[in-house]
């Protein structure tokens, strides 16, 4: 009798014990994820496989010019083709402020002739030549087209405004982009943008800004 007394009992310290450690170690709940190792996103807190694995890496940007619509993780390789203001794709053309196109070119600087490119895909230069890009600080200086011109001007907005002829009479504007060979008529003048009388008559002046 006391043999099973101390059985029951044994069982029953046994279970309390066995109940006090489930207790206080509960099972951890699974965690779904990639559980392969040699996947791009595996994860190793996983314990669960939930078909998520990526063999694939490269460019998931659909907008991107090198898209993979087979990859499945991004590795930052996406490149992104622009088409200049010309129409040429990852051209060299430029807008300036004024919203006017700008090639680059070669200039020759022993026969001072310049030579408009769209690429520089194939590209040998001459000695005497120099790639000139559209919008650097060489041609912005030796540009007098750019930004409208030097009688043009940008309002606060940065909006472009040409100078121009006005004729007081019949009340027309032609504008104009310098003064070379200028000759006024009689019932014209010369208006230059942004001088006190173009601001005071031009309704376009600082109202683009958004």
Same mark, same amino acid.
């Given at each position: &009798?006391?043999?099973?007394?101390?059985?029951?009992?044994?069982?029953?310290?046994?279970?309390?014990?066995?109940?006090?450690?489930?207790?206080?170690? =509960?099972? +951890?709940?699974? *965690?779904?994820?990639?559980?392969?190792?040699?996947?791009?996103?595996?994860?190793?807190?996983?314990?669960?496989?939930?078909?998520?694995?990526? &063999?694939?890496?490269?460019?998931?940007?659909?907008?991107?010019?090198?898209?993979?619509? @087979?990859?499945?993780?991004?590795?930052?390789?996406?490149?992104? !083709?622009?088409?200049?203001?010309?129409? *040429? @794709?990852?051209?060299? $053309?430029?807008?300036?402020?004024?919203?006017?196109?700008?090639?680059?070119?070669?200039?020759?600087?022993?026969?001072?002739?310049?030579?408009?490119?769209?690429?520089?895909? %194939?590209?040998?230069?001459?000695?005497?030549? &120099?790639?000139?890009?559209?919008?650097? =600080?060489?041609?912005? $200086?030796?540009?007098?087209?750019?930004?409208?011109? +030097?009688?043009?001007?940008?309002?606060?907005? %940065?909006?472009?405004?040409?100078?121009?002829?006005?004729?007081?009479?019949?009340?027309?504007?032609?504008?104009?982009?310098?003064?070379?060979?200028? *000759?006024?008529?009689?019932?014209? &003048?010369?208006?230059? !943008?942004?001088? =006190?009388?173009?601001?005071?008559?031009? +309704?376009?002046?600082?109202?683009?800004?958004?």
């Amino acid at each position: &009798m006391k043999t099973k007394m101390k059985t029951i009992f044994s069982v029953c310290i046994l279970s309390i014990f066995l109940y006090a450690c489930s207790k206080d170690n =509960p099972t +951890p709940d699974p *965690v779904s994820g990639c559980i392969d190792d040699t996947a791009f996103n595996y994860d190793s807190l996983a314990t669960v496989d939930d078909g998520s694995c990526c &063999m694939i890496a490269g460019c998931i940007d659909s907008l991107a010019s090198n898209f993979n619509q @087979e990859a499945c993780y991004d590795d930052n390789s996406c490149t992104y !083709a622009f088409t200049d203001c010309i129409g *040429v @794709e990852n051209g060299l $053309a430029v807008l300036d402020d004024c919203g006017n196109c700008h090639q680059s070119y070669i200039y020759d600087f022993v026969i001072h002739t310049t030579t408009d490119i769209n690429d520089t895909a %194939g590209l040998v230069l001459g000695a005497t030549e &120099m790639l000139i890009l559209a919008g650097s =600080p060489e041609d912005i $200086a030796n540009n007098s087209n750019w930004n409208g011109g +030097p009688l043009a001007a940008i309002d606060s907005c %940065g909006d472009c405004h040409s100078s121009y002829i006005y004729d007081f009479v019949i009340h027309t504007a032609t504008d104009i982009n310098d003064t070379a060979g200028l *000759v006024l008529g009689a019932t014209e &003048m010369l208006i230059l !943008a942004g001088s =006190p009388e173009d601001i005071a008559n031009n +309704p376009n002046w600082n109202t683009g800004c958004k």
